[in-house]
């Protein structure tokens, strides 16, 4: 497969008509739409309305029985998650899916898995080969976990930090691919205020420094229309609304949705 | 003795990540490394040797090998003592094939035949990790468990791997390196801690690596590994072939180094619950649990046969096995329930504790 090169601005992925049922359910009838590179992607509607099932789609966990998906320019396959993990997406999850039993360095150290080539000889033998290569991934994660400003959490199994600071060491673990897209599935909630806000500044840099495609679901309007670039706008598995933030929040299907329906 | 790493700061990521970055630990290692050199061999006789220290420490290698995969990756497996069996008749069948073809002097190396049956025993391991793609927890184990009737059953059955002892009793052929044999149990024993203390040093590496981490990714959340990048297949069968490999070594040294001569018995379902034993106590995910885990099981019917009559309460020979078997039962469903990360954990716990004391905030 050869991917293109996509430049800031143009089109990193497109998702077209796809249609994703359960059994009678379905989860998503029907929606296209597209994510340029560089941009900030917010992706709401009320809940069951098909968000998180749209990100398992885009990194190949569900496989819509129609519509296609477009990476920088190639039609994809049917693939698994490992392989869009290894086409630059990473994610986080909408309930934490850390690595319990270790510690926030291990859990973001494996978020460098598919760029660690040592094998199990050199890894056994340690001295030469595979210690090197550790080295040099610790201090891109030590960067991380300083960008993230969590130094003192540094060696706490996961298991033991509070909601907010796993959500942070969850997003370290996908900033740690170096990924081209980031999904990150409803990255603030459950959050007070001030975690948000940290939450928000740390989505805007990595967006801003890496120049990073950020893709997110996110329930906080105030939020939402504050960050992104565009939104889209899912109610019952359709796409109801789908444009700048100013041309959602003014759009009368999405009011509807939000107002009335009884969500 | 303080026990604590104050004072000792970490200039760099290097020394962070030294396998024992705390100074007492590395001195407690080395310690321990020079009393079993050196202290053990002088003090304990050779009856004790032979009965418990060196089959303590196969077992240990044993125990490392299922942690690996259980206490590691996650996998359960009841199939440990037939990996054993494994390693042990092929250690047998690479030693009297290389005499055969090439008479008594051109037989394989010992530490190759050694590690050539722990390969075969990787493959074995692969085949019969195949199903862990598809099926999990009890039902892993019970596939585990087939693993383990069907291969003791092959051995007993088919006789080429016995080279048709009409027993089914293989015996090992001489421990010669370069010419030098181990005969004494002391000798015998300090062979076992160098291939022992050398392979859990490889373990050790292994398990704070990448691979290492892959597994216990895939134990801890098996979607969340796949979607950021841990093939199941890879990782899991990985932790398979290392395992079985550990496992065949010491079903290899089990046969050649401890007993001498063997049969596929000594390698029944027992023998994969005693170590799966070691490793709920001892402590999963834990290299240094493997070998406490050992320890415990090795000793503690020992402890019961001579202790009670020592303070005087005399209770019968049935009697201790059964208290054998309740305090084993007991410990295991106190460590599954309230501590998974076993004894090791408590002495991870204790150092913490200690390395704030007295002053703990
Ligand atoms: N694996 C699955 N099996 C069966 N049904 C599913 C599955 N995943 C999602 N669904 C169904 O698809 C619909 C959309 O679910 P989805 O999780 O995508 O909603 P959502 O927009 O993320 O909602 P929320 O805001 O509550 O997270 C729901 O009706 C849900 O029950
Ligand atoms: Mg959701």
Request: with cysteine; proline share 4%.
């Amino acid at each position: 497969m050869t991917y293109q090169d996509v430049k800031p601005g143009e089109v990193l992925l497109a998702v077209d008509n796809i249609s994703l049922s359960f059994g009678a359910v379905r989860a998503i009838s029907d929606v296209s739409f597209d994510i340029n590179k560089g941009e900030i992607r917010a992706i709401i509607g009320p809940n069951g309305a098909g968000k998180t099932s749209m990100l398992n789609c885009i990194n190949g966990f569900y496989h819509p029985q129609q519509g296609t998906i477009t990476y920088k320019g190639q039609k994809r396959s049917a693939m698994k998650p490992y392989e869009a993990a290894a086409q630059g997406i990473a994610r986080t999850f909408q309930n934490v899916a850390l690595f319990k039993g270790m510690s926030t360095l291990d859990n973001i150290m494996t978020g460098r898995n598919l760029k660690m080539k040592s094998g199990i000889f050199s890894s056994m033998l340690w001295y030469g080969g595979a210690q090197k290569e550790e080295l040099e991934h610790r201090r891109y994660v030590e960067d991380i976990i300083d960008f993230l400003e969590i130094q003192a959490i540094r060696k706490t199994p996961v298991g033991r930090l509070p909601y907010g600071l796993q959500k942070r060491v969850e997003l370290g673990r996908a900033l740690a691919a170096e990924p081209e897209l980031l999904l990150l599935d409803e990255p603030m909630a459950g959050m007070n205020l001030e975690e948000k806000e940290d939450m928000c500044r740390f989505i805007l840099d990595v967006n801003d420094e890496f120049g990073t495609t950020i893709c997110l679901i996110e329930h906080d309007m105030g939020v939402v229309m504050d960050i992104s670039d565009r939104v889209m706008v899912l109610d019952y598995g359709g796409k109801i609304g789908d444009g700048v933030p100013a041309e959602v929040r003014a759009n009368q299907q999405v009011i509807d949705a939000y107002l009335g329906g009884g969500h | 003795m303080f026990y604590r790493e104050a004072g000792q700061f970490k200039s760099s990521y290097k020394e962070d990540q030294a396998i024992f970055p705390i100074l007492q630990d590395r001195v407690g290692i080395a310690a321990i490394l020079l009393f079993a050199y050196i202290a053990i061999p002088f003090v304990m006789s050779d009856y004790l040797i032979g009965a418990i220290m060196t089959p303590f420490l196969i077992l240990a290698l044993a125990a490392i090998g299922l942690n690996i995969l259980t206490g590691y990756a996650g996998q359960i497996s009841l199939g440990t003592g037939a990996f054993m069996a494994v390693g042990a008749f092929s250690a047998y069948k690479f030693a009297t094939f290389s005499i055969m073809l090439g008479g008594a002097e051109a037989t394989l190396p010992l530490v190759v035949t050694i590690l050539l049956a722990g390969v075969v025993t990787a493959i074995v391991g692969i085949m019969f990790g195949i199903p862990s793609l598809r099926i999990k927890g009890f039902y892993l184990a019970v596939a585990t468990l087939a693993a383990q009737f069907f291969i003791e059953w092959l051995l007993v059955k088919v006789g080429w791997f016995t080279n048709y002892s009409p027993s089914g009793v293989i015996t090992a052929p001489p421990l010669v390196i370069l010419g030098f044999e181990f005969n004494t149990p002391a000798e015998k024993y300090l062979f076992t801690l160098t291939f022992v203390a050398a392979m859990a040093l490889l373990a050790k590496n292994l398990v704070r690596s990448h691979i290492g981490r892959g597994w216990m990714a895939i134990r801890d959340m098996d979607i969340a590994a796949e979607i950021i990048g841990f093939r199941p297949l890879q990782t899991k069968l990985s932790a398979f072939a290392v395992s079985s490999f550990f496992c065949g070594v010491a079903g290899a040294l089990w046969a050649f180094v401890h007993l001498g001569t063997v049969e596929p018995e000594a390698f029944g379902i027992n023998r994969s619950f005693a170590i799966l034993f070691m490793v709920i106590i001892g402590g999963m995910g834990s290299i240094l649990g493997s070998f406490i885990g050992a320890a415990f099981i090795t000793l503690l019917p020992i402890f019961l046969n001579n202790v009670p009559p020592l303070i005087g309460w005399n209770i019968g020979v049935d009697m201790i096995a059964h208290l054998e078997f309740m305090i084993f039962g007991v410990l295991i469903i106190f460590f599954l329930i309230v501590e998974p990360h076993g004894l090791a954990r408590l002495w991870t716990i204790g150092k913490e504790k200690l390395r704030s004391w007295p002053f703990p905030y």
